[in-house]
């Protein structure tokens, strides 16, 4: 508590747990300021390779968040992708 209160001004987030926690907290952050409607009808390819590890809650909140929007949301690179939601016909 006597870091957070000596850090606070000069820090933009304070955060204390495990590396893993952080990089999940990082992560939601990020997806909580994504404008998913902006897909509306969209075909969503999620990339699945990165040259950083990616929470596997990152892609569970994704594909919730999207899936509302979307036509259809697939995993993978481009050349091979997965199906993982395609909106039903109406």
Do not use: N, W
């Not at 870091?3 to 997806?31: N, S």
């Amino acid at each position: 508590m006597l870091v957070t209160a000596y850090a606070a001004p000069f820090a933009t987030d304070i955060f204390q747990g495990t590396p893993e926690e952080f990089h999940k907290h990082i992560f939601q952050k990020a997806l909580d300021e994504v404008d998913a409607a902006q897909y509306a009808g969209q075909r969503i390819v999620i990339k699945g390779c990165s040259d950083h590890p990616v929470p596997p809650s990152a892609y569970v909140e994704l594909t919730r968040k999207l899936q509302p929007h979307a036509q259809s949301i697939m995993f993978g690179e481009p050349c091979s992708t997965v199906p993982i939601y395609k909106k039903p016909k109406s």
